[in-house]
């Protein structure tokens, strides 16, 4: 063997229990209560710890051309700072440019990315910007590739209407591919907007104010109207607000195959923040929202009815934030989190809000069945090593200067947590060890995804 994690305990979505994992050729390959009698090159003493699958973040912008800039992370800043918090899969979002077939997007980002480099395995979903038929039919060979998620966006400048929304749908349904929306509603933020600046009203704040809970809830459920009328699966990415999540419990008690995304942002802070002489750095689409949304989405994830939490990390540097100091519309949407997801869930789980293999559900188990990525996802005989190991008496406090990305700040900064990552492995190899990062740029691989069809 080449590794053996001796006397963890390990959490898989169902369940803990004391065992050893031997890994072999990047594969776990054994699972097991005494493994002593194994002989490996490389022997790690797990007591009195957790042992992992690898956290999937299915909602990342790295290297995104958005709000006048580009967000700050690119593909080796942002898979470094994901290793470093416990993720060893990160799907990032890339939009179509106009003109490009679907499958030219995803091959022009993975190029991209394999220049930049990766520290752990990247997937792709591609945001449909051009739904010129012949375009649109190219999901074809964009799923055939490994590509099998695809975004609408019912907001800013490059968003869809809803009958492009509903044909991505139908196309999406019949190539076996998975369609992810943003739902806001565009009309509603333009309005509020311009009554807001109209009045004078420019501060942070008035980012929330023109993109309150109904302006959201609304695009939820319509979005799940047109998959209702399509018998289409549909994902939502950073649910944010309570009606929403009244909307996805409809959907799914209904019988429809509706899937809920939400974010540690969500779940930590509400719309206070935007008050803050630092609500700038918090302006995000959607943006948090009041305590009562928030109760609903932790009640949402307890009942089941949250499938996945992911960062939506986009994060700016602060002089591009400063953009909008005065003037809300001129911040760049999008925050850091990629490094704070896995150990801000697993601390709920170490307080006891959640359970361990809940976390490992929300965070691993469920993106890489909801995407189709086979070999990732739990840990189980077979599947890629990705492991973290967790010391749950570990404590750390979130500051700038010990997190891995390239952001120059972090909306988590001062967060303490009980309960810490000291290791994790991508295929079994080391990549991050006790606060550093110890891979490199050459290691992650593009992975395929399993279209519906399989
Ligand atoms: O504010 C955000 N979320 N920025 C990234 C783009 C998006 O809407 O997901
Ligand atoms: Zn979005
Ligand atoms: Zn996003």
Redesign the pocket.
């Known amino acids: 063997m080449d590794l053996l994690i001796k006397n963890g305990t390990v959490v898989t979505e169902k369940e803990m229990f004391k065992a050893d994992v031997a890994v072999k050729d990047g594969k776990i390959a054994m699972i097991g209560s005494d493994l002593s009698d194994i002989v490996a090159d490389k022997v790690v003493d797990a007591t009195g710890k957790l042992v992992l699958p690898g956290a999937i973040d299915a ?1 990342t ?1 790295l290297a995104f051309p958005f709000g006048g800039t580009t967000s700050s992370d690119d593909y080796f800043a942002g898979t470094r700072a994901a290793a470093c918090g416990g993720t060893t899969t990160v799907f990032d ?1 890339t939009n179509q440019d106009f003109g490009e077939t679907l499958l030219e997007t995803a091959k022009r980002r993975e190029a991209q990315a394999m220049k930049e480099g990766l520290a752990v395995d990247l997937g792709l979903h591609i945001g449909i910007k051009d739904p010129k038929p012949e375009l649109l039919e190219s999901m074809k060979e964009a799923v055939d590739y490994g590509v099998s998620s695809f975004k609408v966006f019912m907001v800013y400048d490059f968003g869809v209407k809803d009958g492009v929304f509903y044909k991505v749908l139908e196309t999406a349904k019949k190539y076996g591919a998975l369609v992810a929306v ?1 739902a806001e509603n565009n009309e509603m933020v333009l309005t509020l907007t311009e009554k807001y600046v109209s009045e004078g009203k420019l501060s942070p704040w008035y980012h929330y104010a023109s993109r309150p809970e109904f302006v959201e809830e609304e695009a939820d459920r319509r979005a799940i109207d047109w998959a209702r009328a399509l018998k289409a699966p549909l994902y939502i ?2 649910l944010a607000n309570e009606g929403g999540v009244r909307a996805v419990t409809e959907a799914k008690d209904e019988g429809l195959e509706i899937y809920a995304e939400t974010c540690p942002q969500y779940l930590y802070f509400t719309d206070e923040v935007f008050k803050r002489p630092d609500g700038r750095n918090f302006v995000c689409s959607p943006p948090m929202k009041g305590q009562a949304s928030q109760d609903a989405l932790w009640a949402a994830i307890k009942r089941g009815d949250i499938d996945t939490v992911a960062t ?1 990390h ?1 994060p700016f540097q602060q002089a591009e934030k400063d953009w909008g100091k005065d003037d809300f519309r001129k911040i760049p949407n999008g925050c850091a989190g990629i490094e704070n997801m896995y150990p801000y869930m697993l601390s709920n789980a170490n307080q006891g809000i959640i359970s361990f293999p809940k976390a490992v559900e929300l965070c691993s188990f469920n993106p890489a069945k909801i995407f189709g990525c086979t070999d990732k996802g739990s840990l189980a005989i077979g599947k890629d090593a990705d492991i973290v190991i967790y010391d749950p008496q570990k404590k750390f406090t979130v500051h700038n200067e010990n997190m891995h990305s390239d952001s120059d700040h972090t909306i988590w900064e001062g967060l303490e947590l009980t309960g810490y990552p000291v290791q994790t492995y991508s295929r079994g190899r080391l990549v991050y060890d006790n606060g550093e990062f110890v891979g490199d740029s050459k290691w992650g691989k593009f992975i395929k995804c399993a279209s519906r069809k399989h």
């Open positions: 909602h912008h979002y943003h990415v950073h939506d986009c």
